[in-house]
């Protein structure tokens, strides 16, 4: 099973909201990411998992906030979101947090904030 | 720092045409190079990566690319295109160093594939 899966695939939400969107994987790997993607742009990192633990943040603003419950679950935390983070959001795998191991991207999540 | 250039925003295709997929990368270190497809309303699936060794990295799908170290690039290839290849193609690169494995994309190239 290379699947990585994210519900929901798509989430509408006032500027007052508080969303989370929730990403899982059962390759056993130990490292996961959020990527945020515009249109007609590439993926911008957000956040990197290593081990369970937050081991990069792109300077991301306080109203996303990452959750790593176990190895298997990836969160996003969303409140106060700007609509200008509307946006596909990526979550992606790797077996380590190494360079030389390949990302799995789950399908995204399309956000639309009103 | 590295960089990545995709030196076509867009590429139109006529269907079974070759195609190539131009890109280059800068960097002051060795470096490991993917290229990701991306088709509508799709994550990125990996179609082929170089890591070392043989310059000539074939993938799937019947893609290949090239890694050229002289000329920094890695230029993505298929002999004969389908519709169903018609997709957004961004090439990335990291290298040994750096920490938590994180991907310098290109900005991506538009593959349009016309019957």
Known sequence: DTEVTQTPKHLVMGMTNKK???CEQH???RAMYWYKQ????????MFVYSYEKLSINESVPSRFSPECPNSSLLNLHLHALQPEDSALYLCASSQGHGSSYEQYFGPGTRLTVT | AQSVTQLDSQVPVFEEAPVELRCNYSSSVSVYLFWYVQYPNQGLQLLLKYLSGSTLVKGINGFEAEFNKSQTSFHLRKPSVHISDTAEYFCAVTHLF?????????QGTELSVKP
């Open chain 1, 20 to 22: 989370s969107l929730k």
């Open chain 1, 27 to 29: 390759m056993g790997h």
């Open chain 1, 38 to 45: 515009k249109a007609k742009k590439p993926p911008e990192l």
């Open chain 2, 98 to 106: 750096n920490q938590g494995g994180k991907l310098i994309f290109g």
